[in-house]
């Protein structure tokens, strides 16, 4: 029996246990949703703007493991997915993405709504497909989900043409996959594991620098016994953070540009770095001839185009960070290092981090008090700023998956969607979206999906009337010329809230926090609390540009 290619799509969904796609409708992808109306295992979220599907793709894919999947139609719905899909490149989301097409004889001759969204995504996609000949959707659809979800993950697009969509074809959906010249490397080399134990054991000094590599393959549990079997302290790249207990003794926090004083200071004095799952990007690196000097640096990843790309390596090793450290722990005899330990308490005590407390409302203060009323599973997202960067210095995770934020994009407008994807990948947990003024106003749209879906996402935004991060690096590098940075009009967040059916809370003191917060994430459903923090306040430390990481200035 013969069904449209727009039925063996949804076929095809189904066999991949699809559950929930975003997506928004349009001419070109029209054959896709009818087919979708009679679909009982496939919940659709109908967003309000298509840059909101791609990130709620995203935001499941992140909390579940699992890929994300949205749909949007030709040109403008198909454009509108270009930032969320580079956004999901950048940090390794598995997604895949449908969008529809004029019909192949109208390709090339600049149609009503023609995009070659293909040629535009081409650097932003893991793959990419223009599928042109019908037979072959069932191959490729299953290639798709392949690619995204191996090796390194991330988004792969198949562009459907509205004829094809339409054809009629014999479904049968393929069992396997073969794909020449894709086989990623899993397991690292036996050699190359041998000689990481005997860098191990010799090390005086080592330090364990942990990315979002850590999440990708589920290695969180195999991290903790390789720390706490090696004595060595774990720095997290901002991606990689829940990937280890933020609680745990060992734990240095976040590196980098605004990381703290003890995981930078321990990078630049350690004798052994072991980079796992981590690309040693700007952020972290900085100056690179000041970057762990003392170190022989070993680095494991799965692609083999990041080892070497930024830092020289001594000891490279292609493989899955789960597998090698699994294949690794039986090799290493359990150390005590108590004078490197001794010395990395002494630094933490030392430069633990700090705030001024001046009577206003700090956002410091906002994020400690929301780490003390979420228990260990609450899933806490952000968006992209001052906010950011406070949420990682300052909330301690401690289960894996539970951070869900734009990394390598910096994607302002993120939060919401992402949110309400996490909403939908882990029902039974609370998520909570960080967001600040500026941020929010990007997506803020998606409260009608929000509350169209029946999501409960808590939605604190730290209101300082300003885009908070441009404006401190305003101050630093331009002498306080502030330019386009400030807000001379808000909308009354409270009352926006009201308008959306949600309850709405202003917090302007410490006081409203403690009282208040509790209150707010307890009740049912979802909330927005609007907090009013100072447009002076700045995320510190901070390492300026030229310096290494451990020369870091305090910018309170």
């Not at 594991?193 to 010799?202: D, L, N, S, Y």
């Not at 206003?360 to 950011?388: M, R, Y």
């Not at 502030?482 to 302007?508: K, Q, W």
């Not at 307890?522 to 390492?543: F, Q, R, T």
């Amino acid at each position: 029996m013969e069904i449209t290619v727009a039925d063996a799509l949804v076929q095809c969904l189904e066999k991949e246990n699809v559950e929930v796609i975003f997506g928004y409708p349009g001419g070109a992808i029209l054959p896709v949703y009818d087919s979708l109306y009679h679909s009982t295992r496939i919940r659709h979220v109908l967003v309000r703007h298509e840059q909101g599907a791609v990130h709620a793709a995203d935001g499941y894919a992140r909390v579940t493991g699992r890929v994300g999947v949205c749909v949007a139609t030709s040109g403008p719905g198909a454009t509108n997915l270009v930032t969320g899909i580079a956004n999901a490149y950048m940090d390794s989301i598995p997604i895949v993405l449908f969008t529809g097409q004029v019909p192949t004889s109208q390709i090339g001759t600049d149609a009503f709504q023609e995009v070659d969204i293909t040629g535009i995504t081409m650097p932003i996609t893991k793959h990419n497909y223009l599928l042109k000949d019908p037979q072959k959707l069932a191959e490729v659809v299953k290639n798709a989900f392949h690619i995204a979800s191996t090796g390194r993950p991330g988004p792969v697009l198949i562009d459907i043409p509205r004829d094809v969509a339409n054809a009629m074809i014999q479904f049968k959906y393929p069992s396997t996959v073969h794909l020449r010249g894709y086989k990623p490397t899993y397991k690292g080399h036996p050699s190359k594991i041998k000689e990481i134990a005997a860098h191990i054991k010799k090390a005086k000094r080592p330090v364990i620098y942990a990315g979002g590599g850590i999440l990708a393959s589920n290695a969180s549990e195999e991290l903790l016994q390789f720390a706490e079997a090696i004595c060595a302290p774990v720095t997290n790249t901002f991606m990689g953070l829940a990937g280890f207990p933020g609680d745990h003794p060992l734990f240095l926090g976040m590196l980098g540009l605004h990381g703290t004083r003890p995981a930078n200071m321990a990078i630049t004095e350690c004798d052994l770095l072991i980079g796992l799952g981590a690309r040693f990007d700007d952020r972290v690196v900085l100056n690179i001839n000041k970057f762990a000097q003392k170190a022989t640096v070993i680095h494991i990843d799965i692609d083999p185009a990041e080892i070497g790309k930024v830092v020289a390596t001594s000891v490279p090793l292609v493989g899955d960070v789960k597998m090698v450290l699994k294949a690794l722990l039986p090799l290493i005899e359990k150390v005590d290092r108590p004078e490197w330990l001794a010395h990395i308490h002494e630094i933490k005590d030392q430069h633990a981090l700090s705030y001024s407390r001046d009577g206003t409302l700090k956002p410091q203060f906002v994020i400690e008090q929301l780490a003390n009323c979420t228990s260990g599973d609450a899933i806490v997202v952000t968006d992209v700023g001052q906010h950011q960067m406070w949420v990682a210095q300052y909330y301690r995770f401690r289960q894996p998956r539970t951070l869900v934020s734009s990394g390598g994009l910096g994607c302002m407008g993120f939060g919401l969607p992402a949110s309400l994807g996490a909403c939908l990948g882990a029902p039974g947990k609370q998520v909570i979206l960080v967001t600040g003024d500026g941020s929010i106003q990007m997506t803020m749209q998606e409260l009608g999906t929000m509350m169209e879906q029946g999501l409960a996402v808590k939605i604190i935004i730290l209101n300082n009337s300003a885009l908070g991060m441009v404006r401190q690096l305003q101050e630093f590098y331009c002498d306080r010329r502030y330019m386009s940075v400030n807000f001379s009009f808000h909308p009354d967040f409270e009352i926006l809230a009201r308008a959306y059916g949600i309850p709405g809370y202003t917090f302007r003191t410490e006081e409203d926090v403690i009282r208040g917060l509790p209150e707010a994430l307890g009740k049912p459903g979802p909330a927005i609390i609007n907090c009013i923090v100072p447009v002076e306040e700045n995320v510190s430390p901070m390492v300026m540009a030229g310096s290494g990481i451990n020369e870091a200035i305090d910018c309170g």
